[in-house]
């Protein structure tokens, strides 16, 4: 075994990858990322046992450093030494600002900061995941530590646009540090800290709407373009919606179009994008389809975030990553420490060089692509569309709502969400958020009265409009918790964000939910047992099963 890694749904047999990343991490990579987080932990611990306020330069690279390590983010070596070193280069100047604080700390325990990065990789083995041998406190500390990491993604998207909660950023340098700590470790306490992260889940993605909304509107109600236009285009994939604003600015006026990508696609409803007559529309399917799209759509591509897989060689030079994200080789638009907009001239003067997108004619889930794409119902929108619903519920016009969301992926079991969809009862409304929709958003699934039948909530961070949405209508239907009304949770799960969602609504008293197409590879049976019999959290089972409860559940609150 050279490697160990099993934080991804994607993981090898749903074990763990031992060789080389299903994601396309080399062993190498993984191990880096191990000893990064073993360092994370260290930097983390200082600052508890320093017992100050966390530092704001601290905690921000604590985030922007664990959103580097979540699957799909940052394949680059020498990124993942780099930081480790800033990581450790932090954790020195604490020691040395409080000595007095760590007179008994051992040496010999600590990575230093002129390591090799062969010194690195044969610290790996004795920090990484296997380092805690109980199956039990290794499950919990892991589920933990998938937790922080998504919310350290939607934190530092937040910091972007200028918004941050000092009390997330307090817990994610606790919690980190707890980690650290054998003597404190059980599941007791783990549980606690699960629960705590569930509200912070829930707190970083309400951060992230107020940032989006006060600095890009509300999403409006918005047919999409699905098509393709004559003119060159730039492709933009992965979810900073500030990368894509800049890049409209930039290109205005240039004779290029615009495209989104994935979980870009939300980023059509929102005013202040929408105003860009260059935001031509969206191309593509969910992450996991980019090989075949960008090879396709001919122009450059930027990826602002997660979601990448190992590109091509016959794109690959259209290619640029920024921000967490990162490949061996490919060109990284870095971000201006000073304030100003990132620099993507290259992006825009490689564009005008290069022929329009071929278009797609079949989507992911084997339909026909469609015209339009209909989105835009985050917070402001469900609340617009709140009577109806409610009203569709107590008439029984609407006999469920089904919550299908979360990431999308390549297994073949996840056609399970399309047949779901393809098949539920007329009167069932599918409200949506995250790349998952991919599954079923091109379908023709018709409407309910005035409205679509799935209602897309935006990106997975979105969710929290879902969640939000769900209390205002336990006030509209009298129902004193969320689990009275007639909705079904059917969660896809793939990276750590969707850790955080689940983790965020559990937090919020949601049961029942059915995951999948698989149970995480990081839960030991004993803490599915217990996940299972206080949340009811369970793999999601056959179509036709599902089907037959979900018409047995169908119900009228008049």
Known sequence: MTMFCFQCQETLRNQACAQHGMCGKTSDCSNLMDTLIYALRGLAAAVEKAEIHVPEAVSRHIQHTLFVT??????????????????????????????????????????????TRD???????????????????????????????????????????????????????????????????????LLKLLNECGK???????????????????????????????????????????????????????????????????????????????????????????????????????????????????????????????????????????????????????AKTCVPPEPLIESANGTPEPEYLEIGFGISQLKACAEEIAAGIKSGEIGRIVVMGGCDGRQVERKYYTELARQFPENVLILTAGCAKYRFNKLETGSLGSLPRVLDAGQCNDTWSIACFMVELCEMLNAETVNQLPVTFELAWYEQKSVSVLLGLLALGVRNIN?????????????????????????IRTVQEELKEICMQTTCMA
């Not at 070596?77 to 007095?100: I, N, Q, V």
């Not at 260059?278 to 997660?306: H, V």
């Not at 999948?516 to 793999?539: R, V």
Request: some cysteine.
């Open 70 to 115: 979540l699957t799909n983010t940052n394949f680059d070596e020498l990124t993942l030494e780099s930081l480790t070193r800033e990581t450790l280069r932090r954790r020195d100047e604490l020691m040395r600002e409080f000595p007095e604080k760590f007179e008994d700390v051992s040496a010999d325990v600590l990575l230093w900061t002129g390591s």
């Open 200 to 350: 912070m889940s829930l707190a970083a993605m309400k951060l992230l709407n107020e940032a989006n909304t006060q600095h890009f509107g509300n999403p409006e109600a918005t047919l999409v373009r699905n098509t393709v236009g004559n003119r060159p285009g730039i492709l933009v994939s992965g979810h900073d919606l500030l990368d894509l604003e800049e890049l409209l600015i930039q290109a205005r006026g240039t004779g290029i179009d615009v495209y989104t990508h994935g979980e870009m696609l939300p980023a059509n409803a929102y005013p202040e994008l929408k105003k860009f007559e260059d935001l031509y529309g969206n191309y593509g399917n969910a992450w996991y389809s980019q090989n075949n799209e960008f090879e396709r759509f001919n122009g450059p591509i930027l990826m602002t975030s997660n979601c990448l897989i190992p590109p091509r060689a016959s794109y690959r030079t259209r290619l640029f990553t920024t921000g967490a994200a990162g490949w061996p080789g490919v060109r990284h638009i870095p971000t201006p420490t000073d304030g100003t907009m990132k620099d993507f001239t290259e992006i825009i003067r490689m």
């Open 515 to 539: 995951l999948g197409p698989t149970l995480p590879a990081f839960c030991s049976p004993n803490i599915i047992k217990y996940m299972n019999e206080n949340y009811g959290l369970q793999k």
């Open 119 to 189: 010194d690195f990789l044969r610290k790996s083995a004795s920090v990484g995941v296997q380092s805690e041998k109980n199956p039990d406190l290794r499950s919990m500390r892991e589920f933990l530590l998938y937790g922080l990491k998504g919310i350290s993604a939607y934190t530092t998207h937040a910091l972007r646009l200028g918004f941050e909660n000092e009390r997330i950023s307090a817990f994610i340098v606790h919690a980190l540090a707890f980690t650290a700590d054998r003597e404190k470790l059980s599941v007791t306490s």
